[in-house]
């Protein structure tokens, strides 16, 4: 047993944290957000300059990192600082366009995002669940909540050849440059501040250069990627979270006392740091065994992703709460955190979602 | 023990119900079904319409204008109301400035402000709050220094619910520091066109400027806005707050949240099948079901013993806290329920704009803010932990 990062990861820990705390503020990401830009490209940048789109990706694809342990560091700093410039796009597409060497360099330079559309609005959070087609090398449908859609260069699109809306089978995956004829983009805002799409294809030609290897499998394992980021960045946002919760707790009086010293406030706040530990181990438990076999891979992508789905409300509400008035305020950090750990909730499945599917799992 | 309500109660049910029915015009319904943001407009109108009918004001003597109904009817309008998705009356001229007024006020104040807030002339709102008192009320530091047949305010107020809109302000004020906290405040009411009123408001997590920042810069108000006497101000909010607490448990919206959450769960599919059938999901909407059933019950208990005159004490907070708890839970299975199409944040839409095109079902747009903002409902009009601490005392008695 060792828990402890490698020295390379720890490196690239120290760094990442001392450029965001460097560059990285609430104000500015509210100014950028009512501004409607959808990110700071000179943050990002920044990022790519500093290796960090690298380290999610293995030598083989030209990158330095790749694994579990790289994809949960980095993403546990970034949600630390509550960075919404487009990472996850990188760690959802990057094992799919594996194979396309040139893509995947410009992605590591920042030159290029790849975007998933995977998520149909009939589909909820089941992945397998798909109406888009390709049918005589024609793409038609329509995908919702694309992160980053409206930025990206080009798309892996998830579309069924075969089979009926809900079959694993028949599921293919295309890269499609996002500027093809037939494909409409309407982005949007999310709550968090990230940046979303629908994207609408009508019979956009496409032929075997647009085909990426693997089908469901893949994207359930790319998936899984995407969900230990996810949990890893909603732990960081968790750990700020509860930062300004203590230092608030010491610093806030009331009744000639800091609110600190009231036990009703005490106990909670214990509680919230005994669940943020569980948090940590549940994104370790991921990050370990994201390249086991499938089943024990799914089983840790469903506990985790469970578990920081209710700690991290329990996180929000207690935070805000033990905040007052101040906690509902847009202008304070908090706020960010706030709308960020519950948005998370929303991809990729939620407590109950999860909790299903890893029922379903374990009887398997 | 007897559930069923006296053929009165249930005449008067019905009564109501086919007034709304005639008419809160379906507009106002339709963006309080969905969620979104009333206008100051809207308040307006909704408060003409019930003013016309003599019902704006539940709780005021017929002889101010009011309907002076008693507890349990209060409480049967509030239910209806909620029901039929009419919007909330703006409470803090209504019930929590006037019966202060009637009680402490002079006739000559209740004549000059009870009939503006029945007519839509003064939109009131309520300073109590300050950054550096908010659970420690009597903490309050805002100076109201007494010259000639004036006051001079300096001071700050905070959490200023719709105070953007506000003519009028009813403040807790300092007059005199050397008094023990509590015994140096007083009641006094602030036209805020006086000169040296700064509004600023204060954009929630939930991207609303629903509450404001205001600011007292010597501003004179006339000596004759002082309500009842100089450093007795504390008195008055306590009263305010011990008597006036209707609707404290909102049971009519907890049941209007759960309808919409069944609604949004039976339309929206989880694996194939409505998410009502997802076991994890309906579990949980279940259990807040069973619990709005139960406190509903123990909500008409405390109100009927309210109508026979009984003063509630640790009920109310009781109310309070349960109440809250439920109404939060509701937001967040909403949440739950539209499930990634949470996602999107659409200030077109919740603004109202009728054309402003929502993405995903019903509710989806007001899902993710609604859940933010109730995270109020336990911080304000004494938090829910100061509620807790108010159960004990008054049980416990240590
Ligand atoms: C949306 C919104 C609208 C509001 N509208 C108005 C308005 O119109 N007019 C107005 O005057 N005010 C208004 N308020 C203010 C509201 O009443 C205060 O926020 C509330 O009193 C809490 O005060 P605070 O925010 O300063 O929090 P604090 O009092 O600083 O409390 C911070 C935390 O400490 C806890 N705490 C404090 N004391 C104790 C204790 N003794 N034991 C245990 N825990 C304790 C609190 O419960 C809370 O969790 C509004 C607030 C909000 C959020």
Same mark, same amino acid.
């Given at each position: 047993?060792?828990?402890?990062?490698?020295?390379?990861?720890?490196?690239?820990?120290?760094?990442?944290?001392?450029?965001?705390?460097?560059?990285?503020?609430?104000?500015?990401?509210?100014?950028?957000?009512?501004?409607?830009?959808?990110?700071?490209?000179?943050?990002?940048?920044?990022?790519?300059?500093?290796?960090?789109?690298?380290?999610?990706?293995?030598?083989?694809?030209?990158?330095?990192?790749?694994?579990?342990?790289?994809?949960?560091?980095?993403? %546990?700093?970034?949600?630390?600082? $509550?960075?919404?410039?487009? /990472?996850?796009? *990188? !760690?959802?597409? =990057?094992? +799919?366009?594996?194979?396309?060497?040139?893509?995947?360099?410009?992605?590591?330079?920042?030159?290029?995002?790849?975007?998933?559309?995977?998520?149909?609005?009939?589909?909820?959070?089941?992945?397998?669940?798909?109406?888009?087609?390709?049918?005589?090398?024609?793409?038609?449908?329509?995908?919702?909540?694309?992160?980053?859609?409206?930025?990206?260069?080009?798309?892996?699109?998830?579309?069924?050849?075969?089979?009926?809306?809900?079959?694993?089978?028949?599921?293919?995956?295309?890269?499609?440059?996002?500027?093809?004829?037939?494909?409409?983009?309407?982005?949007?805002?999310?709550?968090?501040?990230?940046?979303?799409?629908?994207?609408?294809?009508?019979?956009?030609?496409?032929? %075997?250069?647009?085909?990426?290897? $693997?089908?469901?499998?893949? /994207?359930?394992? *790319? !998936?899984?990627? =995407?969900? +230990?980021?996810?949990?890893?960045?909603?732990?960081?946002?968790?750990?700020?979270?509860?930062?300004?919760?203590?230092?608030?707790?010491?610093?806030?009086?009331?009744?000639?006392?800091?609110?600190?010293?009231?036990?009703?406030?005490?106990?909670?706040?214990?509680?919230?740091?005994?669940?943020?530990?569980?948090?940590?181990?549940?994104?370790?438990?991921?990050?370990?065994?994201?390249?086991?076999?499938?089943?024990?891979?799914?089983?840790?992508?469903?506990?985790?992703?469970?578990?920081?789905?209710?700690?991290?409300?329990?996180?929000?509400?207690?935070?805000?709460?033990?905040?007052?008035?101040?906690?509902?305020?847009?202008?304070?950090?908090?706020?960010?955190?706030?709308?960020?750990?519950?948005?998370?909730?929303?991809?990729?499945?939620?407590?109950?979602?999860?909790?299903?599917?890893?029922?379903?799992?374990?009887?398997? | 023990?007897?559930?069923?309500?006296?053929?009165?109660?249930?005449?008067?049910?019905?009564?109501?119900?086919?007034?709304?029915?005639?008419?809160?015009?379906?507009?106002?319904?339709?963006?309080?079904?969905?969620?979104?943001?009333?206008?100051?407009?809207?308040?307006?109108?909704?408060?003409?319409?019930?003013?016309?009918?003599?019902?704006?004001?539940?709780?005021?003597?017929?002889?101010?204008?009011?309907?002076?109904?008693?507890?349990?009817?209060?409480?049967?309008?509030?239910?209806?109301?909620?029901?039929?998705?009419?919007?909330?009356?703006?409470?803090?001229?209504?019930?929590?400035?006037?019966?202060?007024?009637?009680?402490?006020?002079?006739?000559?104040?209740?004549?000059?402000?009870?009939?503006?807030?029945?007519?839509?002339?003064?939109?009131?709102?309520?300073?109590?709050?300050?950054?550096?008192?908010?659970?420690?009320?009597?903490?309050?530091?805002?100076?109201?220094?007494?010259?000639?047949?004036?006051?001079?305010?300096?001071?700050?107020?905070?959490?200023?619910?719709?105070?953007?809109?506000?003519?009028?302000?009813?403040?807790?004020?300092?007059?005199?520091?050397?008094?023990?906290?509590?015994?140096?405040?007083?009641?006094?009411?602030?036209?805020?066109?006086?000169?040296?009123?700064?509004?600023?408001?204060?954009?929630?997590?939930?991207?609303?400027?629903?509450?404001?920042?205001?600011?007292?810069?010597?501003?004179?108000?006339?000596?004759?806005?002082?309500?009842?006497?100089?450093?007795?101000?504390?008195?008055?909010?306590?009263?305010?707050?011990?008597?006036?607490?209707?609707?404290?448990?909102?049971?009519?919206?907890?049941?209007?949240?759960?309808?919409?959450?069944?609604?949004?769960?039976?339309?929206?599919?989880?694996?194939?099948?409505?998410?009502?059938?997802?076991?994890?999901?309906?579990?949980?909407?279940?259990?807040?079901?069973?619990?709005?059933?139960?406190?509903?019950?123990?909500?008409?208990?405390?109100?009927?013993?309210?109508?026979?005159?009984?003063?509630?004490?640790?009920?109310?907070?009781?109310?309070?806290?349960?109440?809250?708890?439920?109404?939060?839970?509701?937001?967040?299975?909403?949440?739950?329920?539209?499930?990634?199409?949470?996602?999107?944040?659409?200030?077109?839409?919740?603004?109202?704009?009728?054309?402003?095109?929502?993405?995903?079902?019903?509710?989806?747009?007001?899902?993710?803010?609604?859940?933010?903002?109730?995270?109020?409902?336990?911080?304000?009009?004494?938090?829910?932990?100061?509620?807790?601490?108010?159960?004990?005392?008054?049980?416990?008695?240590?």
């Amino acid at each position: 047993m060792d828990f402890n990062l490698t020295e390379e990861r720890r490196m690239l820990q120290d760094t990442l944290s001392r450029f965001l705390a460097d560059k990285y503020d609430h104000d500015s990401r509210r100014k950028g957000i009512a501004s409607g830009r959808p990110f700071d490209p000179d943050i990002y940048a920044g990022l790519a300059e500093l290796g960090v789109l690298g380290a999610l990706f293995t030598e083989d694809q030209g990158g330095f990192g790749g694994m579990g342990f790289d994809l949960s560091v980095v993403f %546990e700093e970034l949600g630390r600082a $509550g960075v919404i410039e487009p /990472l996850l796009p *990188a !760690v959802l597409t =990057g094992s +799919l366009i594996a194979d396309r060497t040139d893509l995947v360099e410009e992605v590591i330079a920042g030159e290029s995002i790849v975007a998933l559309a995977c998520t149909e609005s009939q589909a909820r959070y089941d992945l397998d669940n798909v109406e888009t087609s390709v049918v005589d090398g024609k793409l038609n449908g329509t995908k919702v909540h694309v992160l980053n859609g409206a930025q990206a260069s080009s798309l892996v699109v998830v579309a069924r050849e075969s089979g009926k809306t809900t079959d694993q089978d028949g599921i293919a995956l295309f890269l499609v440059p996002t500027d093809a004829k037939g494909v409409t983009i309407v982005d949007y805002t999310n709550n968090d501040g990230t940046s979303g799409a629908t994207v609408t294809f009508v019979d956009v030609a496409l032929d %075997e250069t647009n085909r990426l290897p $693997g089908g469901y499998a893949a /994207l359930e394992a *790319a !998936v899984a990627r =995407g969900v +230990l980021a996810l949990s890893a960045e909603a732990l960081g946002a968790m750990e700020t979270a509860k930062a300004l919760t203590i230092e608030y707790l010491k610093e806030r009086k009331q009744f000639g006392v800091p609110i600190g010293k009231f036990q009703a406030l005490q106990h909670r706040m214990a509680d919230v740091l005994i669940e943020v530990e569980q948090a940590r181990s549940a994104v370790i438990n991921l990050a370990g065994h994201l390249e086991a076999d499938r089943t024990t891979r799914e089983r840790n992508v469903s506990a985790t992703k469970n578990l920081i789905g209710r700690v991290g409300a329990q996180v929000v509400e207690e935070s805000v709460q033990m905040h007052g008035g101040i906690g509902m305020t847009d202008e304070y950090a908090l706020s960010h955190f706030t709308r960020r750990i519950t948005m998370i909730d929303h991809w990729f499945g939620d407590v109950d979602h999860h909790l299903a599917r890893f029922i379903a799992l374990s009887a398997a | 023990m007897d559930l069923s309500y006296t053929d009165e109660e249930q005449a008067f049910r019905a009564e109501v119900r086919d007034w709304l029915a005639e008419t809160l015009p379906r507009d106002l319904s339709e963006k309080v079904r969905l969620g979104k943001r009333m206008s100051k407009q809207d308040v307006e109108h909704w408060h003409r319409l019930l003013n016309a009918k003599g019902w704006l004001a539940p709780n005021w003597p017929k002889k101010y204008g009011g309907a002076e109904w008693n507890a349990v009817q209060r409480q049967i309008f509030e239910e209806e109301a909620c029901l039929a998705h009419a919007p909330r009356t703006l409470p803090f001229g209504l019930s929590m400035l006037a019966p202060v007024l009637m009680a402490f006020g002079s006739e000559e104040q209740r004549q000059r402000f009870l009939p503006g807030l029945l007519d839509g002339t003064n939109w009131w709102c309520q300073g109590y709050s300050e950054p550096g008192a908010g659970s420690d009320l009597a903490a309050v530091k805002t100076r109201a220094v007494r010259e000639g047949d004036e006051y001079v305010v300096n001071g700050q107020k905070t959490w200023t619910t719709l105070g953007q809109h506000a003519d009028w302000i009813f403040c807790l004020v300092r007059t005199d520091p050397d008094a023990k906290k509590q015994e140096g405040i007083s009641f006094l009411l602030i036209d805020m066109t006086s000169p040296g009123v700064t509004v600023r408001p204060i954009v929630l997590i939930d991207g609303e400027a629903e509450v404001n920042e205001v600011f007292f810069d010597n501003v004179r108000v006339p000596a004759e806005n002082l309500v009842g006497e100089e450093n007795k101000g504390w008195t008055y909010a306590k009263y305010l707050l011990t008597h006036e607490r209707t609707n404290i448990a909102g049971v009519g919206f907890s049941t209007a949240a759960l309808d919409t959450v069944k609604h949004v769960a039976q339309n929206v599919k989880s694996g194939g099948k409505p998410l009502t059938e997802n076991p994890h999901f309906a579990a949980r909407l279940a259990q807040v079901e069973i619990d709005l059933m139960a406190m509903a019950t123990t909500n008409l208990r405390v109100v009927s013993a309210a109508a026979k005159g009984e003063a509630p004490g640790a009920e109310s907070s009781m109310l309070k806290v349960k109440g809250t708890v439920i109404r939060q839970e509701l937001t967040s299975l909403l949440r739950r329920a539209v499930g990634p199409d949470a996602l999107p944040f659409q200030p077109d839409y919740l603004e109202g704009g009728d054309n402003a095109e929502m993405m995903g079902p019903e509710h989806a747009a007001t899902a993710g803010p609604s859940y933010f903002n109730m995270r109020k409902l336990s911080i304000f009009g004494g938090s829910n932990e100061v509620q807790r601490t108010i159960i004990t005392k008054a049980i416990i008695g240590l």
